[in-house]
């Protein structure tokens, strides 16, 4: 058998929570294969960690203030990544893009079977040799999360990349199992509609079209650039550069006129937003 098969995990916990990182230590003492060899609260001390024990699996809590997971991600060279568990709190869309990218993933409060299953997984890829693929899925992670094809190594180490990113031309809207890509001039607004959004676009329809997904406000958000795609109403995201006038109403909001002829309500929590409008 493979001496290195039966070499422990050496792993390091990157979280910004105490509680958070004892208690996934608490749930790794039932793996005598994982060895925790460093606790980091932020990314730059993880980085550091990191090269100073060169772990095989590296626990990294997404949403951390200052440095967050992505970030960290983007700052550690191709050659010293390790194997990544992300641990999460992320909604139901980022977790869908983990699952799609082939990312193992753990969802905050950690279950002790889905870590089981995580650890099952990262052995595999280390008995496989396969730290060279979980890199390119890391990557195609981050192209998943802004909609672009996967991310080569220089681009996803650019400082700005996630900003570059949030540039490109389609919003891509995950719903179900497939994945709906958009021209983004082509869209006017978007609304919601319960746990659906409607995305109102150009096409040959005499109204245009209306695509219907199964998605929410904050996954949207997420991809469009707010100077491009301002939110006016809690329910409504308008292409600034459809917006042909604008008139005021009562209580400070307003009503927009689109180059379609559909008129939308800015409404007073958004006034801010006018700048861009105008």
Known sequence: ???????????IVVDDEPLAR?????????????????????????????????????????????????????????SEMPLVVFVTAYDHYAIRAFEASATDYLLKPVEESRLAQAL??????????????HCAHLLGLLGELSGRPPLDLDEALKPDALDLLRREEKLAVRDGGRTVRVDLHSIRWIDAAGDYMCIHTDGEAPNGNTLILRATMRELERQLDPQRFPRIHRSTIVHARRVVEMR???????????????ELKLSRSHRDKLAMLL
């Open 248 to 262: 005021p109403h009562t209580n400070g909001e307003s009503f927009l006129l689109l180059d379609c002829g559909q």
């Open 22 to 78: 004892r208690g996934l230590e608490i749930r790794l003492a039932a793996h005598p294969d994982v060895e925790i060899v460093g606790h980091y609260g932020d990314g730059e001390a993880a980085i550091a960690g990191l090269r100073a024990q060169r772990p095989d699996l590296m626990f990294l809590d997404v949403q951390m203030p200052g440095m967050d997971g992505f970030q960290t991600l983007r700052a550690i060279p191709a």
């Open 120 to 133: 099952v997984r990262v052995r595999q890829a280390r008995a496989q040799r396969e730290a060279s693929g």
């Open 1 to 11: 058998m493979d001496a290195n098969a039966l070499a422990p995990l050496r792993a």
